[in-house]
């Protein structure tokens, strides 16, 4: 994709997932980034909606700075924020979300060019309850598993920032190490979903397929509970 190309698409993306009758987003909920390829992102700017947004509402970082922040011993959950501007390209931008660490962190992987961070409201259901992302570690739904990969990465509830990144990148480095790629959805207790995608498209589709999975998920306790998908059938699907 052309750098010129990579702004207007996340802008597209990130508009699409505010929506407000898809319910993934309200106010200055959620986040999203992309990469230039260039050692920079894209990541939207702190405290602001999804839905109306433009391309000022989105500031350029540098990746390196921003992951040198998980190994500075002064940089804390109170001051995080604060010293994620240290990394903007342009000093004068709007200063970068809260959660750009972790976009940093899902970043790192070539593959992946386009992080979409929601709060589904169907998923919250689940993951706000005791069950936290157990229900979500098998699959009764085979397009779930075509488009959210077989496997979900989760964390349990962290501070958003400093404190989430370190756990996020505890569980990606896991990942990475156990099924040789990055995961396509990663779970949040008590928060929210990562969708990781090669494409803009790609990052909206996982969003909105894990919402669908949530709702179905809920759906099913009327009628016994999932009936979950037998280890053959997995040899059919792409994933």
């Known amino acids: 994709m052309l750098m010129k190309h990579i702004l207007p698409n996340l802008i597209r993306l990130t508009r699409e997932l505010g929506r407000e ?6 106010t200055g909920e959620g986040n999203t980034s992309a990469t230039l390829g260039d050692g920079t992102f ?13 391309a000022r509402g989105f500031c350029r970082v540098q990746t390196d700075k921003v992951l040198a922040l998980l190994n500075d011993p002064r940089v804390t ?22 959660e750009t660490i972790l976009h940093a962190l899902c970043l790192t992987d070539p593959t992946i060019r386009f992080v979409a961070h929601t709060h589904p409201l169907g998923l919250l259901r689940v993951l706000c309850s005791r069950a ?14 075509v ?41 949040m207790a008590n ?40 280890e053959h059938a997995f040899a059919h699907l792409n994933a």
């Open 21 to 26: 009758e898809r319910g993934l987003t309200i």
């Open 42 to 54: 894209w990541i939207k700017a702190s405290g602001l909606g999804l839905v109306n947004i433009t």
């Open 77 to 98: 959950d109170a001051n995080a924020g604060a010293a994620m501007c240290r990394a903007l390209v342009n000093p004068q931008a709007p200063r970068p979300s809260i």
């Open 132 to 145: 936290g992302a157990k229900p979500f570690r098998r699959h009764f739904y085979p397009f779930a598993v």
């Open 147 to 187: 488009t959210c990969g077989r496997h979900i990465a989760a964390v349990g509830f962290h501070n958003p920032g400093l404190a989430l990144a370190l756990a996020v990148q505890k569980e990606l480095t896991r990942y990475r190490r156990v099924h040789g790629c990055s995961p396509r959805l990663l779970l």
């Open 191 to 230: 928060h929210g979903i990562v969708a990781l995608g090669r494409t803009a498209e790609e990052a909206l589709n996982i969003t909105l397929m894990a919402e669908k999975w949530a709702q179905l998920l809920e759906g099913t306790q009327r009628w016994g509970g999932p009936s979950f998908l037998p």
